[in-house]
């Protein structure tokens, strides 16, 4: 499977509004049970999503497969994908590398990460999801996961300088039950969870959207099964030629979304600036050389 070729979840969100009725319907069930879905027989496929097997098969035709299963194969290639150890995703981009240098061979899987995230990237959610962050009436809790907690911990730190109502729930999920017990109807939960997906925070999710919090998404390109609970998901692609995911894209678009809740809020932040400067005068926690 070639790494940089569109998903199969990618190429049904780009071309969604172009589908029939029945397409639709068949492509909403795809994308809730993505991708196991799309794994059981083409019959099985139209019993559950309640429409026809030629809908199957035409819809199939139009994401660029000769059949099922050719369809199911890539399937399957990305299953396999999003469940690769540090040593598989290593050896898969060792293997017949070319005899450049890891920086340009990095900088160059970054660089197409970034334009086909951004092509597909839907600005009319990313604005949704600025005004709420910049709601003050609303509070925001941030979570990641083992390595995606860093990305986390970035974004609640610019933004507890933006805003006050913050929560960085802990890494360890045995604390998240008492971040549950103080979410409210219309609160944000904005979650990182990209491949090796976990349990927990799928379970968490779940458990915050029952409560009425809104659920803003960082995933990757193949998509967390926490999808199926959030009203907004940023879908990043992060694969590089390393034994670790890059989070160049999603940084870049939390680094962006920073950006827009400053300026919408930007009254009440220049504030909170100027307050949090005389802070670090008055502990001397920068240093100063003048």
Same mark, same amino acid.
């Given at each position: @499977?070639?790494?940089?070729?569109?998903?199969?979840?990618?190429?049904?969100?780009?071309?969604?509004?172009?589908?029939?009725?029945?397409?639709?319907?068949?492509?909403? %069930?795809?994308?809730?049970?993505?991708?196991?879905?799309?794994?059981?027989?083409?019959?099985?496929?139209?019993?559950?999503? *309640?429409?026809?097997?030629?809908?199957?098969?035409?819809?199939?035709?139009?994401?660029?497969?000769?059949?099922?299963?050719?369809? /199911?194969?890539?399937?399957?290639?990305?299953?396999?994908?999003?469940?690769?150890?540090?040593?598989?995703?290593?050896? /898969?981009?060792? !293997?017949?590398?070319?005899?450049?240098?890891?920086?340009?061979?990095?900088?160059?899987?970054?660089?197409?990460?970034?334009?086909?995230?951004?092509?597909?990237?839907?600005?009319? +959610?990313?604005?949704?999801?600025?005004?709420?962050?910049?709601?003050?009436?609303?509070?925001?809790?941030?979570?990641?996961?083992?390595?995606?907690?860093?990305?986390?911990?970035?974004?609640?730190?610019? @933004? *507890?300088?933006?805003?006050?109502?913050?929560?960085?729930?802990? +890494?360890?999920?045995?604390?998240?039950?008492?971040?549950?017990?103080? @979410?409210?109807?219309?609160?944000?939960?904005?979650?990182?969870?990209?491949?090796?997906? !976990?349990?927990?925070?799928?379970?968490? %999710?779940?458990?915050?959207?029952?409560?009425?919090?809104?659920?803003?998404?960082?995933?990757? *390109?193949?998509? +967390?099964?926490?999808?199926?609970?959030?009203?907004?998901?940023?879908?990043?692609?992060?694969?590089?030629?390393?034994?670790?995911?890059?989070?160049?894209?999603?940084?870049?678009? %939390?680094?962006?979304?920073?950006?827009? %809740?400053?300026?919408?809020?930007? !009254?009440?932040?220049? !504030?909170? @600036?100027?307050?949090?400067?005389?802070?670090?005068?008055?502990?001397?926690?920068?240093?100063?050389?003048?």
């Amino acid at each position: @499977m070639d790494r940089q070729q569109p998903t199969v979840a990618e190429a049904l969100r780009s071309q969604f509004d172009a589908l029939t009725r029945a397409e639709r319907q068949l492509a909403d %069930v795809l994308l809730a049970h993505y991708p196991v879905a799309g794994l059981s027989s083409i019959t099985a496929l139209a019993e559950k999503a *309640q429409v026809s097997t030629p809908t199957v098969a035409r819809l199939v035709k139009k994401l660029g497969f000769s059949g099922y299963p050719e369809f /199911q194969a890539s399937l399957r290639g990305e299953l396999e994908a999003t469940i690769s150890s540090p040593i598989a995703k290593h050896e /898969q981009w060792a !293997e017949g590398a070319p005899d450049t240098h890891i920086l340009n061979r990095f900088t160059e899987a970054a660089m197409t990460n970034l334009q086909r995230t951004l092509g597909r990237l839907d600005t009319e +959610s990313f604005d949704q999801v600025a005004d709420l962050l910049a709601d003050g009436e609303r509070g925001i809790y941030v979570v990641g996961g083992r390595i995606t907690r860093s990305l986390a911990d970035y974004l609640y730190t610019h @933004m *507890q300088v933006i805003r006050g109502g913050l929560t960085l729930a802990s +890494s360890h999920a045995g604390s998240w039950p008492h971040e549950l017990l103080n @979410m409210g109807a219309g609160d944000v939960l904005v979650v990182f969870d990209i491949r090796r997906y !976990e349990n927990a925070l799928l379970r968490f %999710v779940e458990l915050a959207r029952e409560r009425g919090v809104v659920v803003v998404l960082f995933t990757d *390109q193949w998509g +967390s099964p926490a999808s199926k609970y959030a009203q907004h998901v940023f879908n990043c692609r992060i694969e590089a030629p390393s034994a670790w995911d890059s989070s160049v894209v999603t940084l870049l678009i %939390v680094e962006a979304l920073i950006a827009a %809740v400053e300026t919408l809020r930007w !009254e009440a932040t220049r !504030e909170r @600036m100027r307050t949090l400067e005389d802070l670090f005068d008055r502990t001397r926690l920068l240093k100063k050389f003048i």
